[in-house]
């Protein structure tokens, strides 16, 4: 398929799915029952999402939708298709004539058990988009894609009979009727022009035809983190549940939407630990449970341990150098090689030498069950003003650790780590001016940057982050590309009710 084609289908991405369209048959009527994943695109941009489009893509100089006519849509499609060869496309003249709003890609099932995938196009002309999807097939050689015309769709497939047999299968039992394709796309925050639905399961199950009998170990791992992971969004876990996504514009930032239906909940602490820094704060990660983490870490630093230490090729001479008129060089050497491995290090020790601590559990003594890490920035002339906050379970004997701690790395290279208390948390820092920064209750949650990137934040979240990105630039000097200089801060939340992990992510421009 080729390049213009997939610029038609929006990327043909196998990870979204349907949610409402004005049309007489929407796009999940012509997905069938089966599938484990969907895409879908509604290019009209309604419900304000096309002014918010063009907005907020208008505070990037180089952006389409700064010249040109039409809407932001069409001037961003306009330019995507600028560039198109074999064939080349017009997008006035080849596309916009019979391109109708909605487009769709989806993963599903076929009868044999085989996932298969299929792309569907809204169209307002059929006799225009069959002369232009014929003349893309003739184009592609080798083993053209087909399509189907249906209910209003252009419905592709590595080969016509596949696009019939979507087709059919659809009409037979379609995906906008699952229970749970609609409920938990129902659950999204309206108003978004691409949405999107996986079946952890139904992905599993593809996945494990396409790779064969490897596929087992490889999506049976948990992964890092665990069977929620960090972010409660880990790819063991997403294969458990279903997952809903979607993405919709402001004036001055972008929004994706995660929603993870199914799936074992991690837990939660209080959102003010992040939202109650000072108003200075740059950067800032708060994990609701940092347990799931530390226990990650350490068994991947078990996988290393069991690897063994390195072989070296020593080589000593015995002294015995001198004329030899048999050698290519007029010279001889006695040398005597070992190529015995050096003993392997092991992580664990490493680790207790560098910080006074053991892996899993003191480190999780530290952290409890809550925890902000902090930049705050660099003094003239001074060090970073680095903090972490937690909330130990037992708070004495977590302040034993982190002195603990502070004494090792104060002896190892002179820094010296503040530990301090506030009220039953922990804080660690390295300077007292900054702890009592941080042991104070700061506005960064009432800042104009951390407003717009945090949204509604709920009370417990279980991973919260920000970066200020207009701080960070300036520390790079003039090799920031001055579209990239237009990304101000980035803002994400996790939080969990009953059954659904919602994740919240926005990325704000100025």
Known sequence: MTAALSLVLAGGVVTAAYRSFRTTTAPAALIPSSAFAALTIDLSAPDGQAAALSTFADHFPGSPTRTGDGSA???????????????????????????????????????????????????????????????????????????????????????????????????????????????????????????????????????????????????????????????????????????????????????????????AAPSTSASSRLTDLPAGTIGALEIGDPGPLVDGVTALLKTFAGFGGVSVNACASTGNLGPASAQPGGYSSDLSCSFDPPPPLDPFEEFTKATGLTLPDDVKALLGDGTVIVYGGVELGGLPDVAIRSHPT?????????????DTVER??????????????????????????????????????????LGDIPAEVAVAGYIDLSRIWPLAGGDVPAEVRHLEAIGFWGDVAGAVQHLQLRVVVG
């Open 394 to 406: 037992n708070l004495a004997a977590a302040r034993d650790l982190a002195q603990r701690f502070a």
């Open 73 to 263: 849509v069409d001037r961003l499609l306009r330019a995507a298709f600028h560039d198109s060869q074999d064939p080349h496309l017009d997008y006035d003249k080849d596309v916009k004539p019979w391109l109708g709003d909605h487009l769709a890609a989806a993963g599903w099932i076929d009868g044999d058990n085989h996932p298969r995938a299929e792309y569907i196009v809204e169209v307002r002309d059929e006799d225009a988009a069959r002369n232009a999807l014929e003349k893309l097939s003739a184009a592609t050689g080798g083993s053209p894609p087909g399509f189907v015309m249906a209910h209003g769709y252009a419905v592709l497939a590595d080969t016509t009979a596949q696009a019939r047999e979507a087709v059919s299968a659809a009409d037979a039992s379609a995906l906008a009727g699952d229970g749970h394709f609609s409920g938990d796309v129902d659950r999204l925050p309206s108003g978004e022009p691409v949405v999107g639905w996986l079946d952890g399961p139904g992905v599993k199950q593809a996945l494990g035809s396409a790779l064969g009998p490897d596929a087992k170990d490889l999506l049976g791992s948990a992964g890092m983190f665990g069977g929620t992971g960090v972010f409660g969004f880990s790819p063991s876990a997403a294969f458990k549940g279903r997952v809903a996504a979607g993405i919709r514009f402001a004036d001055n930032y972008a929004q994706l939407d995660v929603l993870q239906i199914g799936a």
């Open 412 to 453: 190892a290279t002179g820094f010296h780590v503040v530990v301090e208390t506030a009220g039953d948390d922990l804080v660690l820092a390295s300077s007292s001016s900054y702890a009592e920064s941080i042991r104070a209750k700061g506005s960064l949650g009432d800042q104009r940057r951390a407003t717009t990137a």
